[in-house]
């Protein structure tokens, strides 16, 4: 898999380009801010973006959708539950930026064990509600993107509209304890980690 990230927006959001090394297709996940940086990895490496993927419907992980879609005609996606989000000012934090950015409406919702192709790398996605009702990870071979689930070291915050403290514990502890220790991690915010070392390390478990 082709993997590269890139630290987007005033909130230091993790932006991962995915692609598959045969085909050169490709996938954004948590476009939050800087498209034109987003668009320019993407040529430089030679990737054709197919999808756009949030991970949720907040601002910092979808402020760019727009500019992205624009240029490549990608599809959004994002869970059912969160899709209302995108266009929502008073549910994706909007408000905290002044108005500014926004997403079109996602062109496909996803649900818990759907596979996203992109070439021939298979995302298969993990409904984690808790930081957001419609809050997704993403697994592929050896990675997880877990969005606000999990951090190393840490949890999502749960005090914003939709958040719930015991759904976010509940889904890190019944669907990402449960995949293999040496899965690595790449959150949506801050460095990586695995999900054995956060089984052991993270405070709040």
Do not use: W
Request: hydrophobic share 35%.
């Amino acid at each position: 898999m082709i993997l590269e990230t890139l630290v987007v927006g005033p909130l230091a959001t993790n932006c991962y380009l995915i692609a598959c090394p045969q085909t050169k297709e490709g996938a954004v996940i948590d476009p939050g801010a800087e498209g034109q940086r987003i668009l320019a990895l993407a040529a430089q490496v030679g990737v054709k973006i197919r999808y756009i993927i949030n991970t949720h419907g907040h601002i910092d992980h979808c402020g760019a959708n727009g500019e992205i879609k624009e240029a490549t005609g990608a599809e959004i996606l994002i869970h059912r539950a969160d899709a209302p989000y995108l266009t929502d000012a008073s549910k994706n934090l909007l408000i905290f930026t002044g108005g500014q950015g926004g997403s079109p409406p996602a062109d496909r919702t996803l649900e818990e064990g759907d596979i996203v192709h992109v070439g021939k790398i298979s995302l298969e996605v993990i409904h984690t509600p808790g930081h957001t009702p419609g809050g997704i990870c993403l697994k592929g071979e050896g990675v997880v993107f877990t969005g606000d689930t999990l951090f190393a070291g840490s949890i999502g915050r749960t005090d914003f509209p939709g958040g719930s403290f015991k759904q976010l514990i509940d889904s890190v502890k019944e669907k990402l304890f449960c995949l293999p220790e040496d899965l690595v991690i790449y959150p949506g915010h801050g460095p990586s980690s695995t999900i054995g070392a956060e089984k052991t390390d993270n405070p709040f478990f």
